[in-house]
């Protein structure tokens, strides 16, 4: 996704963060923008790859939230916590989940709000016309 490249460049820069924009198929989360950080190679990130919806982002993509980003607290995978928030587009709809995982121990109160801020800059550019891509038809499901 094109209007996603630059802030998930500048999130992980920030936060040292495994970055991931994920989107809804068929009862899966499919990343169609990544950016390796600080988890590699404990966790993997690439573009195609699914994962389950009880996942952070995974919960983030299923609807509205209320309060503020969804945290794990290595809840799916030991050694690994995340901060993910929906990313909406211009109409409120969420059209995507954008999450930033790091190492157990690091403040995700710090890593929710640089998530929050790269979504926000995330809906100001599908809101300028950012273009699609295709979410792959075939997925690495983890």
Do not use: H, N, W, Y
Request: hydrophobic share 50%.
């Amino acid at each position: 996704m094109p209007a996603a490249r630059l802030p998930l460049q500048r999130l992980r820069g920030v936060t040292g963060a495994s970055v991931v924009l994920a989107v809804m198929r068929e009862e899966m989360a499919i990343t169609v923008s990544s950016v390796p950080g600080d988890l590699e190679p404990l966790l993997p990130v690439r573009d195609g790859i699914a994962f389950r919806l009880d996942t952070a982002a995974g919960k983030a993509l299923r609807g509205p939230l209320r309060g503020g980003a969804v945290l794990d607290r290595e809840d799916v995978m030991d050694g690994v916590c995340c901060a993910s928030l929906p990313v909406r587009a211009p109409d409120g709809r969420t059209v995507a989940a954008l999450a930033g995982m790091v190492p157990a121990g690091r403040r995700l109160d710090a890593l929710a709000q640089a998530v929050a801020e790269a979504g926000a800059a995330i809906t100001r550019a599908l809101a300028r016309g950012g273009q699609r891509r295709p979410v792959p038809t075939t997925a690495l499901v983890l």
